[in-house]
């Protein structure tokens, strides 16, 4: 543990989708691998005061944390490679800065001052900035500020990050600017002018980058490395190029390569250890070197995005690795499955999940899909909506209640056997409001959970309005399903499973959230398994 808290910012240019959080993660990984405590911040520029009102079309799937703080993708990322968790703390968006700044004002806390974006907007950034460091856990910070180098939107953070390189120093704070470099085929030339172009907006606002990490299709040879540094004022060991990877888990070994573990620290004058990837390969290895294939049916309504299960869809890659076979996740519209196409659509999967989402679009076909698994002995894994859809289909099927539903979906049916949880009934924000974060939970010594578990508390991270509805327990347990998971204080049912199927759990809250490299969930890793045995 050194001392003084490093900085390391990472900037984007040239593009969008570059994949800074996949670069600040595999350096994180780096430093974190050779001793370094590391911790990685979101900065996101957008008016929202957190993703959790935003569409997942709009920016993919919303994480949330330990601590109930619904925040960007990348912070999955973050924890995914590094095994710590992250908090409110890691994620920041202007709206939240505003939001501070605006209620401050409202107190009078600025004495009669104007307020402004200079000092006041992005003194509030800073000091958001620096609450990781007043944590007193880590030696490094890399913060990841969204957007693009030249964004209007982005320019306070750019405007801070100036003011805090100034105040702390080069040795204390380094600049990684990450940027694209085109490949015109009829040119048949890799092309260093749009970062040149990049790097110079960035010191119009005062920022020079240290390292350049370029994007690019192909190698970049010595003599435009050379260009590059010559044109952008860095060493041209501080260009470090980024080619494609058959995999993101394999950025941090190539970065190695590349050896932007080892500039980075010597700018900021810290000591070089060969990093430690000895389990992180092992993962890799079996991830590569896969026994088998199993094939996964998930049931969605945003199936056109891949960022929108992204939790989901890691937690796959690192149970398959566990398991030693590749998982082939083919999405299926819930819109799109009815009666009459469901054994078609399915019947080639060896495992269905079900996946959390909100509203009435797409309820009836997941629900007809956990009629087919059920009945047909399929393993069946429901998170959040698709644990609710499950309670729906087994009323309506094997309770008999035809109209048993959600609340959500139809307010007036007869039999809510999922409804509004009680604390939510007086809610009308939607922002930060739903039931968030991380909850105990008990699971009954003789479930299949218990097992898989391998202890009876667990704690999960939650993110929903409504439950299952206590007042048809006891009917649904006398026809063998069981309420094998309670949160004993409110006793919220958050665990479900049928007694005559070799795997069918429904869960109220979200174990992908919690899955990483190092610790793949165990409900991932026994539905695998399940699958494996089931396999076509
Ligand atoms: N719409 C459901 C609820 O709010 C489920 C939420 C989810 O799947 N995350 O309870």
Same mark, same amino acid.
């Given at each position: 543990?050194?001392?003084q808290?490093?900085?390391?910012?990472?900037?984007?240019?040239?593009?969008?989708s570059?994949?800074?959080?996949?670069?600040?993660?595999?350096?994180?990984?780096l430093?974190?691998?050779?001793?370094?405590?590391t911790?990685?911040?979101?900065?996101?520029?957008?008016?929202?005061?957190?993703?959790?009102?935003?569409?997942?079309?709009?920016?993919?799937?919303?994480?949330?944390?330990?601590?109930g703080?619904?925040? &960007?993708?990348?912070?999955?990322?973050?924890?995914?490679?590094l095994?710590?968790?992250?908090?409110?703390?890691?994620?920041?968006?202007?709206?939240?800065?505003?939001?501070?700044?605006?209620?401050?004002?409202?107190?009078?806390?600025?004495?009669?001052?104007?307020?402004?974006?200079?000092?006041?907007?992005? &003194?509030?950034?800073?000091?958001?900035?620096?609450?990781?460091? @007043?944590?007193?856990?880590?030696?490094?910070?890399?913060?990841? =500020?969204?957007?693009?180098?030249?964004?209007?939107?982005?320019?306070?953070?750019?405007?801070?990050?100036?003011?805090?390189?100034?105040?702390?120093g080069?040795?204390?704070?380094?600049? =990684?600017?990450?940027?694209?470099?085109?490949?015109?085929?009829?040119?048949?030339?890799?092309?260093?002018?749009?970062?040149q172009? @990049?790097?110079?907006?960035?010191?119009?606002?005062?920022?020079?980058?240290?390292?350049?990490?370029?994007?690019?299709?192909?190698?970049?040879n010595?003599? #435009?490395?050379?260009?590059?540094?010559?044109?952008?004022?860095?060493?041209?060991?501080?260009? =470090?190029?980024?080619?494609?990877?058959?995999?993101i888990?394999?950025?941090?070994?190539?970065?190695?390569?590349?050896?932007?573990?080892?500039?980075?620290?010597?700018?900021?004058?810290?000591?070089?250890?060969?990093?430690?990837?000895? @389990?992180?390969?092992?993962f890799? &290895?079996?991830?590569?070197?896969?026994k088998?294939?199993?094939?996964?049916? #998930?049931?969605?309504?945003?199936?056109?995005?891949?960022?929108?299960?992204?939790?989901?869809l890691?937690?796959?890659?690192?149970?398959?690795?566990?398991?030693?076979?590749?998982?082939?996740?083919?999405?299926?519209?819930?819109e799109?499955?009815?009666?009459?196409?469901?054994?078609?659509?399915?019947? @080639?999967?060896?495992?269905?999940l079900?996946?959390?989402?909100?509203?009435?679009?797409?309820?009836?076909?997941?629900i007809?899909? =956990?009629?087919?698994?059920?009945?047909?002995?399929?393993?069946?894994?429901?998170?959040?909506?698709?644990?609710?859809?499950?309670?729906?289909?087994?009323?309506?099927?094997?309770?008999?209640?035809?109209?048993?539903?959600?609340?959500?979906?139809?307010?007036?049916?007869?039999?809510?056997?999922?409804d509004?949880?009680?604390d939510?009934?007086?809610?009308?924000n939607k922002?930060?409001?739903?039931?968030?974060?991380?909850?105990?939970?008990?699971?009954?010594?003789?479930?299949?959970?218990?097992?898989?578990?391998?202890?009876?508390?667990?704690?999960?991270?939650?993110?929903?309005r409504y439950?299952?509805?206590?007042?048809?327990?006891?009917?649904?347990?006398?026809?063998n399903?069981?309420?094998?998971?309670?949160?004993d204080?409110?006793?919220?049912?958050?665990?479900?499973?049928?007694? &005559?199927?070799?795997?069918?759990?429904?869960?109220q809250y979200h174990?992908?959230?919690?899955?990483?490299?190092l610790?793949?969930?165990?409900?991932?890793?026994?539905?695998?398994?399940?699958?494996?045995?089931?396999?076509?």
């Amino acid at each position: 543990m050194s001392s003084q808290t490093k900085y390391i910012f990472v900037t984007g240019g040239v593009s969008s989708s570059l994949g800074k959080g996949i670069i600040a993660a595999s350096l994180a990984k780096l430093l974190q691998a050779q001793g370094y405590n590391t911790t990685i911040q979101k900065l996101d520029p957008y008016i929202n005061v957190d993703p959790g009102t935003l569409n997942p079309y709009e920016h993919g799937e919303c994480y949330v944390t330990d601590d109930g703080a619904e925040t &960007d993708l990348d912070l999955g990322h973050y924890e995914r490679f590094l095994n710590v968790p992250t908090s409110q703390a890691n994620n920041i968006t202007t709206g939240r800065i505003y939001q501070s700044v605006i209620s401050k004002e409202r107190k009078g806390e600025y004495l009669g001052k104007t307020v402004q974006v200079i000092p006041h907007i992005t &003194d509030e950034i800073k000091e958001n900035i620096k609450v990781l460091e @007043s944590e007193n856990k880590y030696d490094i910070i890399i913060t990841e =500020i969204g957007g693009t180098v030249g964004d209007i939107e982005s320019l306070p953070y750019i405007e801070a990050l100036r003011q805090l390189r100034w105040e702390m120093g080069e040795e204390n704070l380094l600049v =990684i600017h990450l940027t694209l470099i085109p490949y015109l085929s009829a040119a048949k030339e890799l092309k260093t002018k749009p970062t040149q172009h @990049s790097v110079k907006t960035l010191m119009e606002s005062g920022v020079q980058a240290d390292i350049l990490v370029c994007r690019t299709e192909h190698e970049l040879n010595q003599s #435009l490395r050379e260009k590059l540094a010559r044109f952008c004022n860095v060493n041209s060991d501080c260009v =470090i190029q980024s080619v494609d990877v058959n995999t993101i888990y394999d950025v941090p070994n190539y970065m190695f390569r590349e050896g932007l573990d080892k500039v980075a620290l010597k700018k900021l004058n810290l000591k070089y250890n060969e990093p430690d990837l000895k @389990s992180w390969n092992v993962f890799l &290895d079996r991830y590569k070197n896969p026994k088998g294939t199993v094939k996964i049916g #998930l049931i969605g309504k945003y199936i056109e995005l891949q960022d929108s299960y992204k939790s989901i869809l890691e937690s796959f890659i690192h149970a398959g690795a566990v398991n030693e076979v590749r998982v082939d996740v083919i999405p299926v519209h819930s819109e799109h499955i009815n009666q009459k196409n469901v054994e078609e659509k399915l019947n @080639s999967f060896d495992g269905i999940l079900v996946a959390p989402g909100f509203g009435e679009r797409g309820v009836e076909g997941k629900i007809e899909a =956990i009629k087919y698994v059920r009945t047909n002995k399929i393993p069946f894994f429901g998170i959040c909506y698709g644990m609710q859809m499950a309670v729906v289909e087994y009323s309506r099927n094997v309770l008999k209640l035809s109209d048993a539903n959600s609340t959500e979906v139809n307010p007036k049916t007869n039999n809510p056997v999922i409804d509004l949880m009680e604390d939510q009934k007086n809610v009308t924000n939607k922002g930060g409001t739903m039931r968030l974060g991380s909850w105990d939970c008990t699971l009954k010594k003789e479930s299949l959970c218990y097992s898989i578990y391998g202890s009876n508390k667990i704690n999960e991270r939650h993110r929903h309005r409504y439950e299952f509805n206590n007042k048809y327990l006891s009917d649904l347990e006398n026809n063998n399903l069981i309420a094998s998971g309670v949160n004993d204080e409110t006793n919220l049912v958050e665990v479900i499973e049928l007694k &005559d199927h070799p795997w069918f759990i429904g869960v109220q809250y979200h174990p992908e959230y919690k899955s990483t490299v190092l610790s793949p969930h165990p409900l991932f890793v026994s539905f695998i398994k399940a699958t494996k045995k089931n396999k076509k």
